[in-house]
Structures are given as C-alpha cells and as structure tokens.
C-alpha cells in the first residue's frame, strides 16, 4: 500500500481524488471547515465510486451508521492497532 495524498479540507480532498485516482480513502470526520460525512457526501454527488474506511476518534455507536448511511464502506477507531486497521483497509478494498 502506498500513500499518495492527504488533505485537510473537502475541496482538497475532492481535488487530490480526483487527480491521483486512488483505490481507497481513509477519510477522518474531521476537515477543517467540514466533516468527513460531507466529504463522502461529495464524493457520492461527484459520482466518484472510491471504497471508504472512516479511522475517526468518534464513538463508534454514534458516528458509524451515518457515515455507512453516507456511502462509507466501513469504520474503524484510531485506538484500533495497526493490525486491525490494515485488516479494515483490506475488507474496504475487497467490497
């Protein structure tokens, strides 16, 4: 797996997706000026079919069916280990 963009904002975000076409996002709920839902909202509006995992610090109980709802493929914890986010990164990418 290779990092080819951040960004902190949607509009970046969109951009640098659109540009590097990537095979994933990893997307967190907060963007300055934004959420990470909106971000998924635009990629859905933009008709960009991209597998996004959310690594959020937000309970999970709260924030994980609004994102799926959104179009997010799945949500994962940032106190996940390493080990399970890349177990994460891999469902997002096999459907």
């Known amino acids: 797996m290779t990092v080819c963009g951040e960004a902190d904002t949607v509009i970046d975000a969109l951009n640098s997706i659109k540009l590097k076409q990537p095979d994933a996002a990893i997307i967190d709920l907060i963007l300055i000026g934004s959420c990470g839902q909106e971000l998924i909202k635009s990629l859905r509006a933009h008709q960009i079919k991209l597998p996004v995992l959310v690594l959020s610090m937000h309970d999970e ?5 609004r994102v799926l709802r ?10 996940a280990s390493p080990v399970e986010v890349l177990k994460a990164i891999n469902r997002v990418l096999a459907g």
């Open 70 to 79: 959104a179009g997010a493929k799945g949500y994962i914890s940032k106190l």
């Open 61 to 65: 109980n709260l924030y994980a069916e």
